[in-house]
């Protein structure tokens, strides 16, 4: 039976099926179907970078405070740069809470 939104000749997989949800054709690769993230790996790059993250953005926030009107590079693009490092350090904060409370709902300790 061809699938007239998309003229291919798969059937359309019931949400009720376990994986992706709306996922509308059956798999066909040889990858997991609970496929899990290395998540001490996950643990350490995020301790690593949200620390060097935090830093960079003290650096170039004291940089861009004590730059001068024709330095160069100018507070602007220090400035630039030092929001850039914040957010990266709240994205590696963020992904290091989420590891953190998979890793303790893995172990079987509450939230």
């Given at each position: ?11 359309p ?17 040889t ?5 899990r993230?290395?998540?001490?790996l ?11 993250f ?5 650096l ?12 160069s590079?100018?507070s ?5 740069l ?20 998979r ?9």
């Open positions: 039976m061809r699938d007239s939104r998309n003229g291919s000749g798969r059937e997989v019931p949400r009720a099926r376990s994986g992706m949800v709306g996922r509308r054709y059956p798999r066909t690769g990858e997991p179907v609970t496929a993230s290395p998540l001490r996950r643990l350490l790059l995020a301790s690593v970078f949200v620390s060097l935090i830093a960079g953005a003290v170039f926030a004291v940089w861009a405070a004590g730059a001068d009107a024709g330095d590079p100018g602007g693009p220090l400035t630039f030092a929001v850039v490092c914040g957010v990266l350090a709240l994205t590696a904060a963020l992904d290091l809470r989420v590891v953190l409370r890793l303790r709902r893995e172990r079987g300790s509450t939230d």
